[in-house]
């Protein structure tokens, strides 16, 4: 059903379902605020759908449930059906990291009374929307000895939280005169950390106390930061927003919002004819590079082991494997906001409550390095929705020449696959409260599982 709104259309049953879905929603982002922790959330509830590690199997059949992480942060998962691989694969791919502010690699110091924390933003920000908000640390500092630590600071009720700093409206007369990218400037982005001076210290005395209390809480020195990766995130949980609790208001729906529906779609199916496959990756954010992004050669390798498992070891199983899938690139679109109508033509844009979106191309300037789906495909996509009665709609990020983005759709499609971006509409993207519609959650959970299976 192209471009009509759930809700009208939907039962109290449905309803229901709708919500019940979204419950367990909020607790992955809660919880998933960084890309390891969405990889250990997930293999959570793989391990409960009966998913097992690859490594820990000797052959591969039709029925097989598997997992592979990489590197902690990158996460593949298989159901494997009654085909052969070098028929293809169902896949679905979404990306686990969300912009937020990484820790420098020495980031502690003391100015004026106070002990700060020095960061570098990850991804794309508008810089002055992560002031003045509660956040929380999360991350690992790994040790010499190979001991890694885990750090969650702000999420408990009970536990500080930390932020960033703005001029108080009364002093601001030339801060305001800036324009909004030069406002808050990068590198004034750094962490309020402590106010405490060690006693009987001459130099640096905040520092010094902060450093004493992180040796008594994680038994480290100041040098280990060097090899830590700590990310600063809001802090708290997703919430249901609006009086009628239409939508979720919450930090990193882009692109964990699409990673669980597309992980629930996978997990939650029968054994199907294609091999159905979810892909959970780092990077995106940055450009999809590095050995955890889309980019990365893990995925290629992972196929190739997949096909050694079921006695196919030519290099020709391989590409064959790759070219005959076929994915959904689950990443979310630009919704509509009816307080910013002028970037966007309304007739090509997403709306909450319409359903899943198909982004046949994203980019910028001409729809340079998008992914420019084939419309022999899209036809096939818009048939499996009809087929299944589910709500969804197509949109483009925006008026032409407004601005842009990307996703990881172009770089699947390098393997000569048929790729097109389908997902969940965001409000406030990459804003530290992003909005979602609950409906729309659902409706992209039920179109991915309707792909899989066909
Ligand atoms: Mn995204
Ligand atoms: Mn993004």
Redesign the pocket.
Known sequence: MYAKNVWKDSTPEKNNKIMAFCEDYKEFISVGKTERLCVDESIKIAKNHGYVELNDIKSLKTGDKVYVVNKNKNIALFNIGTKPLTDGIRILG??ID?PRLDLKQNPLYEKDGFALLDTHYYGGIKKYQWVTIPLAIHGVICKKDGTVINVNIGENENDPVVGISDLLVHLSADQLKKTANKVIEGENLDVTFGSIPLPDTKKDAVKANILKLLKEKYDIEEEDFISSELEIVPAGKARDFGFDRSMIAGYGH??RV?SYTSLRALLDGETPEYTACCILVDK??IGSVGATGAQSLFFENTIAELLTLTGKTNYLDLKHAMTNSIMLSS??SAAFDPLYPDVSDKKNNAFFGNGVVFNKYTGARGKSSSNDANPEYMAWVRNIMDANNIHYQTSELGKVDQGG?G?IAYILGNYNMNVIDA?VPVLN?HSPMEIVSKADVYESYIAYMAFLVK
Request: net charge negative; proline share 0%; hydrophobic share 20%.
């Open positions: 979404a990306h969300s882009d692109d699409c995106e954010e990443d979310v983005g996703t997902g993207m």
